[in-house]
DNA sequence: GTGCCTTTGTGAACCCACGCACAAAGTCGG
DNA sequence: CCGACTTTGTGCGTGGGTTCACAAAGGCAC
């Protein structure tokens, strides 16, 4: 049996911290733009909203990168998150489904300033394919396979209606993809090994709903006297 | 000391499970369109992409809606989940900020579907003011205050660049807007009692590019054997 | 060099969530 | 009415994540 020693350089970054480090780097990116050297966990938490234990805890696992009595060089934690990460290389990226979100993914800053290159845009409808959005050419997606090969594509983002979803999945897995963004608001059917990540857009909503009601419903003390014979 | 006993209709609902009753809504709705009358745990689960035994466990936090031996029925689970998401009333929500991602979200079919009306574009740019988007005229921000109070909005999207965000926020809060989902890439920094969600779409395609390194660099097993000294 | 001050990194306790596995409860055929 | 079968609802063990609190470590003034 291997016992595993825990040592800084450890490589087993908890999922919670992994969702997290993109937060961390917003707000070092933010204060690297303002010129500041050096943060403390407690400044740096603070301009990303969470707990500074937390922040510090989640920072240890991808090494000692701080110094105590001063905190962390904002320059090197941006590095370090960055290759932590995977931001240091370059990814191409395809977007199938250039509706309305298809069409703001493309035109988000948001990805190309952190690595990621779009590197396709494909759609089924041929009124859309010739279009040019954010300097690209939409391919038809009779492509999807040809583009992924020729162009070195590792990550997928999935923004078909929800009907063409599964079938694209499938096509760009059997092309060798193995990282999926699903904008779809369906379950997608993958092998093992393959990663999938979803955004529901209005998923987001319906858990604000839930919590706006519960305010309206005689504000934020449990509502245990509901009358209980409702039963519809 | 108030001694909590456990029972059905308690209102208690974890965190966890209320984000995925959307989910399960989801499939539920998949199932009603085929007409499928009842639905056991199992099928369900498959089809919400978990585990049976979590949907049960889900589920029983709302009150006990199966019937041993048969499921559950999908039209009155689908009522007694919307009137818990409380998706059973009509939400006015206003989107701020209409460039791409404000336009797609106007546009998403998945809000009107659950009980979320739009019931107000609004941007800074006089550009885009007076443009007809999903039926609705774009008016300026200006008009955010009159907009929230005149149609009753209670949910504002920002959909803003970074740099206006946390003013819209302030204004939409000083409104009486207890509710917000932040598509801008900030922390917005709001006072109790005030719910914030935020998406950040490069945040998802972020944790897929630290897995998706972490399969080139050597496949699934742990990368223990990385070289130490590297050290920048 | 010494002592004080700041801040990190982490041990340890706590809490929530997940999932197994099973008893309870209901259906259905005969 | 009964017995076999199906499926729910949940008690309980396990594991991961969050937070507190503090010792260790470095900087800085003198």
Redesign the interface.
């Given at each position: 049996m291997i016992r595993r020693i825990p040592q800084a350089?450890d490589?087993?970054i908890p999922d919670a911290t992994?969702?997290r480090?993109?937060?961390y780097?917003?707000?070092l990116n933010g204060l690297a733009e303002r010129g500041t050297p050096t943060v403390s966990s407690e400044d740096l938490a603070l301009?990303?909203?969470v707990n500074s234990a937390k922040l510090r805890k989640d920072l240890s696992h991808l090494g000692s990168y701080g110094t105590r009595g001063v905190g962390y060089d904002v320059q090197?934690l941006i590095?370090q998150i960055s290759r932590?990460?995977?931001?240091t290389?370059d990814?191409a990226?395809a977007i199938v489904g250039v509706?309305?979100?298809g069409?703001?993914?493309a035109?988000?800053g948001?990805?190309v300033s952190?690595?990621?290159r779009i590197a396709g845009l494909l759609d089924a409808d041929p009124r859309v394919v010739g279009d040019r959005i954010a300097g690209l050419v939409v391919e038809h997606t009779d492509e999807l396979e040809a583009v992924i090969k020729k162009r070195g594509v590792?990550?997928v983002?999935i923004a078909t209606p929800a009907t063409a979803a599964q079938q694209v999945c499938d096509r760009v897995i059997a092309s060798g993809v193995?990282?999926?963004?699903n904008f779809a608001?369906v379950?997608l059917a993958v092998p093992d090994?393959v990663?999938v990540?979803k955004?529901?857009?209005?998923?987001?909503?319906?858990?604000?709903?839930?919590?706006?009601?519960?305010?309206a419903n005689g504000g934020?003390i449990?509502?245990?006297e509901?009358p209980?014979g409702v039963v519809?």
């Amino acid at each position: 049996m291997i016992r595993r020693i825990p040592q800084a350089r450890d490589r087993g970054i908890p999922d919670a911290t992994v969702a997290r480090l993109p937060l961390y780097l917003r707000a070092l990116n933010g204060l690297a733009e303002r010129g500041t050297p050096t943060v403390s966990s407690e400044d740096l938490a603070l301009a990303a909203g969470v707990n500074s234990a937390k922040l510090r805890k989640d920072l240890s696992h991808l090494g000692s990168y701080g110094t105590r009595g001063v905190g962390y060089d904002v320059q090197y934690l941006i590095y370090q998150i960055s290759r932590e990460l995977g931001l240091t290389q370059d990814w191409a990226v395809a977007i199938v489904g250039v509706g309305n979100l298809g069409r703001a993914l493309a035109n988000y800053g948001g990805f190309v300033s952190r690595g990621f290159r779009i590197a396709g845009l494909l759609d089924a409808d041929p009124r859309v394919v010739g279009d040019r959005i954010a300097g690209l050419v939409v391919e038809h997606t009779d492509e999807l396979e040809a583009v992924i090969k020729k162009r070195g594509v590792s990550i997928v983002v999935i923004a078909t209606p929800a009907t063409a979803a599964q079938q694209v999945c499938d096509r760009v897995i059997a092309s060798g993809v193995t990282s999926i963004l699903n904008f779809a608001p369906v379950v997608l059917a993958v092998p093992d090994g393959v990663d999938v990540r979803k955004v529901d857009l209005s998923i987001e909503l319906q858990i604000l709903a839930f919590h706006e009601q519960r305010k309206a419903n005689g504000g934020p003390i449990m509502a245990e006297e509901w009358p209980d014979g409702v039963v519809m």
